[in-house]
């Protein structure tokens, strides 16, 4: 038999893996997310393309078992509003990550990432809102569940 993670020991991990600062930042390249997407993977979002894009500060709670399995979320999703001040140039939005780590320079490990299912198209012209999570919920694994 092989060991087994109970779950206080997979709650522990998922507050060790989501504690102390956690961010979550846009990527604007066309990306389709894998097991192998690391940070060098994506480009970026950042106020070098418009004013206050950057990564966003996610809060999340204390990790709980639902279900038999250790979960994590966050207390609220996260937004980014684009209108025409501010604008550099046109891009596409194609999805977001959750990092530890806050700023462009720090890169980072990716924790988390999704590709939106219909990318943000943001032009000098427009007013968007992008909205990720409500709330974001992280688990482990178990590949024999």
Known sequence: MGYIVPNEGEREILDDAFTMG????????????????????????????????????LSLGSATTVGGKAVKAATSAVSWTFNPDGMRTPFTVYGYFVTKEFGVAASGVIRAIERFASPYYIDAGTTQVISVGGPFKFRLYDPNS
Do not use: Q, W
């Open 22 to 57: 956690v961010y979550v930042g846009l990527f604007i390249n066309n990306h389709t997310p894998s097991e192998s997407t690391t940070y060098s993977s994506l480009t970026e979002c950042s106020d070098m393309d418009y004013t206050g894009a950057g990564r966003k500060s």
